[in-house]
């Protein structure tokens, strides 16, 4: 969905590097999530933030901060860059009305050497 | 523990059948199911969703249904094309507020259409 951007889409690095993953939305939505998905594990909750002063926790933040810079903008950080950290990372919006649909970027394919 | 899960891993369909793509859930207090359609390559695409209050619910060729009593979702897909050759997910949110959010995606089902 071009409206939630994602850079970058590809980064290699190696272990013990600092990581920033970016997420931008033009769709005007509150809520923000970030995912990583591994082959055979789905989809897994990192972070989410409801509102710029609003930060949560997932299913597996251990590892990752992030920061709500803006209605806009979400970044997920990875301090210290593990090879178990190799994934691809999506970013998602959502607008909640009743029902939580969320949209998602085109992903980042993180590498961790 | 609460979990989602798909009985298939894989189905191949031929090109104008129907498909149903099955997901079980297991937390009871989850106000609602999504699917979400994944084609290679890029981020999951929300397909229809449906609320826990609610056993059927239809779209432009798919149909949910949500059976509470056995904890089950499935998704139809009329007159199967090959288009819709992708990873299905199910998931499932407990939408209580705040830090009390609760989201779990299915490990997802391949779908594959033969012409």
């Known amino acids: 969905d071009a409206d939630v951007t994602q850079t970058p889409r590809n980064r290699i690095t190696k272990t013990g590097k600092r990581i920033m993953l970016e997420c931008s939305q033009t769709?005007?939505?509150?809520?923000m999530y970030w995912y990583r998905q591994d082959p055979g594990l789905g989809l897994r909750l990192i972070y989410y933030?409801?509102?710029?002063?609003?930060?949560n926790k997932g299913e597996i933040s251990d590892g990752y901060s992030v920061s709500r810079q803006a209605q806009a903008k979400f970044s997920l950080s990875l301090e210290s860059a593990i090879p178990n950290q190799t994934a691809l990372y999506f970013c998602a919006t959502s607008d909640y009305r009743g029902i939580d649909t969320q949209y998602f970027g085109p992903g980042t394919r993180l590498t961790v050497l | 523990g609460e979990s989602v899960g798909l009985h298939l891993p894989t189905l191949s369909v031929q090109e104008g059948d129907n498909s149903i793509i099955n997901c079980a859930y297991s937390?009871?207090?989850?106000?609602?199911f999504i699917w979400y359609k994944q084609e290679s390559g890029k981020g999951p695409q929300f397909i229809i969703d449906?609320?826990?209050?609610?056993d059927k619910r239809q779209g432009q060729r798919v149909t949910v249904l949500l059976n509470k009593t056995v904890k089950h979702l499935s998704l139809q897909i009329a007159a199967t094309q090959p288009g819709d050759s992708a990873v299905y997910f199910c998931?499932?949110?407990?939408?209580?507020?705040?830090?009390?959010?609760?989201?779990?995606f299915g490990k997802g089902t391949l779908l594959t259409v033969n012409p």
């Open positions: 769709k005007g939505h509150d809520r």
């Open positions: 998931a499932e949110i407990s939408n209580s507020g705040g830090s009390n959010y609760k989201l779990t």
């Open positions: 449906i609320r826990s209050n609610m």
């Open positions: 937390n009871s207090a989850s106000d609602y």
């Open positions: 933030s409801f509102d710029v002063k609003d930060i």
